[in-house]
Each structure stands twice: as structure tokens, then as C-alpha cells.
């Protein structure tokens, strides 16, 4: 018996919870000193009363409580407000088992209290830090998703925006895979384990992701492996859209190409005059003894040397004076021009042009230039004749438009974006400049230059020029 007596004493005084026992009318039959450490009341004040532990408003529950265990139920165990003798409380962890007799009857019931007070408010310092966490991870103008396990756990405004979605609960629960390239799945998932075992960001790498409407765009990602901000594991990444810096470096990359192209130009025109300058001089010789066809040499030769100056605008323009012209008169000039050349095609050249179209302000020598380069190409892509259509007519805008429309054999749509570009042709025999100047001396006179086009159904070139200075 003493045996027996010696092990409940160690039961109830060696735990780390407090126990109380009291009988079905809830009066203490005796508590151990976890209890007494927990609530301040001694066992000799709390014996024989009422349980003091209790709140108030939480009284009639208790009742309820003992009830349910009078009725069969075997353990209750919840979380609770539990008072001190001091007036002070705690949130206690408390678990409540009914004491039976021989014959099987509810005589009392013992219950265990630990005290969880610290550790709901770290819990809580957890949550908030979460929150503020997440807030400060929505608001963040760069693209960030948190990922555990190759699952999407969050995403915030700026990636919900890049990935084309509408809420960031969309992307919650998808794989971060589906993002990617299929085929680079293995990178992504060795990349993955390599960022595990580091503490910093990752350097950002190149990779082309998916878009939620199927499109890819370039983009570059740095990761890090977080776990205390949250509380549990995470794989944080930053994603930024290439896109417009790739627009830029092509952008430098042509720049670049121009420059080089302005160098060439400008060598291999000092190298035809030369030359130039020696034949007119020959031919001004010819020409004071009345030799036969010095005029239509002549001729030849100032055209040569028209050509030579404006491959000469590729490096550096000349000093050309802007002066008013009549647009309709210009464009009749080029019509005159090449019209033998559209003849050897079978081409017909129709215009149909606004009344009282006004003057523009313009260099009409490059004006013409681009005329005859777009003309040009628009007779030699129709190699079986056809007709072309050149409108000009006075815009609402203040704008005048000029539209060359072919017959042509067209250009498809991939290669659209790159016409213009240096060296980028679609003719067997060009070189891809002509176009990329007139486009420069559009510009120049502040207008615009745009190309439609479908195959086997023409093409139509849309000049854009201001009527004002």
C-alpha cells in the first residue's frame, strides 16, 4: 500500500503539468504542486472549494464539460483561460478524464494543465511576422513566388501581373514547373537542390518561362532558401522580365551595326570618287572636241555621283536644307522616273490622289529617295506584272499619307519585325540597306514609316509625314 501511496505521490508532484482532482460537483480533492506553481493558490486553500481556476464566463461550459464525461465520454482536451490567485491569467492546455469506481461509476474528474501561454504568443509573433512577411512580399514592385517542394505556395501582385493572371490565388498549388521549358525541368530541380544548401541569393541566371496565355518571354531568376521569416522551409524566387533590356542590347547591337556600316560607307565612297572626278574631267575633254554621246555619259556620271553622296548619309549627312514641296509633284517625278523600269515588268502604276493636297516641308531629294527605293521594290516583287496602287491624301491629323500598294508575291509575318534592319533582305540579290534608309530619313522629318503585308497578296508601305513645320 505504501508502494502504491509512493508512486501516486511521484506521479503527481514529478510532472511538468499541474494536477487537479476534483469530485462530480467540482469540489478539489486535492492538487499537486505544479498546480499550486501555476494558479499561487496552496493545496490547503484550495481543498474542499469549489475550483477557483475557472473564469467566470466560462463556468456553465465547465458544467457541460463534467456532463459529457458523466455520460461516457472518456478524455476532453482543449485549450483555455485559467486564472491565478493574483487576479492575472494564462492560456493553459488542459485535458480532463473521468475517476470511476468498481462498479464503473463517474465519481470525480482529474485534470491536467500545462501552461501554453508562451508558446501561443510565439505562435502569434510567427503569424504576425508571417503576415508582415507576405504583405511586404505582395507589395514588392519585383515579381516574387515562394515555392516548397516544387509547389507554388505564393505569388505576389508584380509575378501575378508578369505571368499574365488575374488573382495570385490562381497560381496557388500549381507545379513551378509548368513555368518553365519542359526539357528543363532536371536544371531547374538540380538548381533547386544546389540553392538548399546556401544561406545567400543565388546569381541570377537566364531562362525562358511560360506565360499563363502560352507565350514565352526571357527572364532571370534568383533564388534563396528561406525558412525563419515564415517559420517553415520555402523556396523564395525573383523573377525579372528580360524583355525590354533584350529590346535595348538589340537596340545598341544595331547601333553598333549602323556605325560600322557608316565607316564602310564612307571608305568606299572616297574610293569611287576619286576614281569619278578623273572620268568627268576625261568626258568635259571629250566633250570640247565634240565627240559622240558625251552628253548622255555625263548624264551617267552625275547620277553615279548622286548615288555616291546619298551612300555617303550613311556615315555622316550632308548639310540639306528643308524647303517646301508639293508631295503630289514629287511623287509624279519618281512615277516618271521608273517608269520604263515598271514597263520591262509588265507593271502599270495607278494614283489616285486628294484634292488640294498641301505643301509639306521636307529635303525632297530624300523624300524622293524613298519613294524610288519603295517603288522599286514594289515593281521587281511582281514578276509576273501586275498593278500598283499609289495613294496620297491629306489626314484629319495633320498628316500627310502616302501609300504604295503592290501585287506581290508579300512578305510573311516573321519576317516583318525585321525588315529595315541592316542587311536583312528579302531579295535574292539586296543588300538590306535601302530600306533602313529610308526609314532614317522618315524619321528625320519626324514621320513615320510602317509596312502590311500577306503572302501571295501584296504588300503596302504607309509613309507618314507632318504637314506643319
Not at 506584272?385 to 503592290?406: E, T, Y
Amino acid at each position: 500500500m505504501k508502494l502504491k501511496e509512493y508512486l501516486i505521490d511521484s506521479f503527481m508532484n514529478l510532472t511538468s503539468d499541474g494536477i487537479v482532482i476534483v469530485d462530480i460537483n467540482g469540489t478539489v480533492l486535492d492538487v499537486n504542486k505544479k498546480f499550486e506553481e501555476l494558479h499561487g493558490w496552496m493545496r490547503e486553500e484550495v481543498i474542499g472549494h469549489i475550483l477557483p481556476t475557472t473564469p467566470h464566463d466560462f463556468k456553465e461550459d465547465a458544467l457541460r464539460l463534467y456532463q459529457s464525461l458523466i455520460n461516457g465520454e472518456q478524455i476532453k482536451d482543449f485549450e483555455t483561460i485559467k486564472l491565478r490567485k493574483d487576479g492575472t491569467s494564462f492560456i493553459a492546455n488542459v485535458s480532463v478524464s473521468p475517476l470511476k469506481d468498481n462498479d464503473g461509476c463517474v465519481v470525480g474528474f482529474i485534470g491536467l494543465e500545462r501552461d501554453i501561454s508562451e508558446k501561443k504568443r510565439v505562435e502569434e509573433e510567427l503569424l504576425e511576422r508571417e503576415k508582415q512577411y507576405r504583405r511586404l512580399l505582395k507589395l514588392n514592385p519585383e515579381p516574387i513566388v515562394l515555392h516548397k517542394d516544387g509547389l507554388i505556395q505564393f505569388v505576389n501582385d508584380a509575378a501575378c501581373k508578369l505571368f499574365g493572371g488575374t488573382s495570385s490565388d490562381e497560381f496557388i498549388g500549381n507545379s513551378i514547373y509548368d513555368y518553365f521549358f519542359p526539357k528543363d525541368k532536371d536544371v531547374i530541380v538540380d538548381r533547386i537542390d544546389q540553392i538548399m544548401q546556401m544561406d545567400n541569393y543565388s546569381d541570377f541566371v537566364e531562362r525562358t518561362m511560360l506565360k499563363k496565355d502560352g507565350t514565352f518571354f526571357d527572364a532571370e531568376i534568383s533564388s534563396i532558401y528561406v525558412y525563419k521569416n515564415i517559420g517553415y522551409p520555402v523556396m523564395q524566387s525573383v523573377i525579372r522580365d528580360l524583355t525590354e533590356r533584350k529590346k535595348s542590347e538589340e537596340a545598341i547591337i544595331r547601333s553598333e551595326k549602323l556605325s560600322l556600316i557608316g565607316q564602310l560607307a564612307a571608305g568606299i565612297a572616297h574610293d569611287i570618287r576619286n576614281p569619278l572626278t578623273s572620268l568627268k574631267g576625261f568626258v568635259h575633254l571629250l566633250k570640247a572636241k565634240n565627240a559622240d554621246y558625251v552628253d548622255v555619259m555625263m548624264e551617267e556620271l552625275e547620277h553615279i555621283n548622286y548615288v555616291v553622296n546619298e551612300f555617303m548619309t550613311l556615315a555622316k549627312p550632308h548639310l540639306n536644307y528643308y524647303m517646301e514641296s508639293n508631295p503630289s509633284e514629287l511623287v509624279q517625278s519618281v512615277i516618271s522616273f521608273l517608269q520604263p523600269h515598271a514597263h520591262l515588268y509588265n507593271v502599270q502604276i495607278q494614283t489616285n490622289m486628294d484634292q488640294d493636297i498641301p505643301v509639306i516641308y521636307c529635303i525632297p531629294d530624300q523624300i524622293k529617295q524613298v519613294l524610288i527605293n519603295i517603288l522599286k521594290n514594289a515593281i521587281e516583287s511582281m514578276l509576273n506584272g501586275g498593278l500598283i496602287q499609289i495613294s496620297v491624301r491629306n489626314d484629319a491629323n495633320h498628316k500627310l499619307i502616302i501609300s504604295v500598294q503592290d501585287q506581290g508575291v508579300g512578305i510573311s509575318e516573321d519576317k516583318l519585325t525585321q525588315l529595315g534592319e541592316p542587311f536583312f533582305t528579302t531579295k535574292v540579290n539586296g543588300t538590306g540597306l535601302g530600306l533602313m534608309v529610308c526609314k532614317r530619313i522618315i524619321h528625320s522629318h519626324n514621320g513615320e514609316l510602317s509596312i502590311q503585308s500577306k503572302i501571295n497578296h501584296g504588300t503596302t508601305v504607309h509613309i507618314e509625314l507632318p504637314i506643319t513645320k
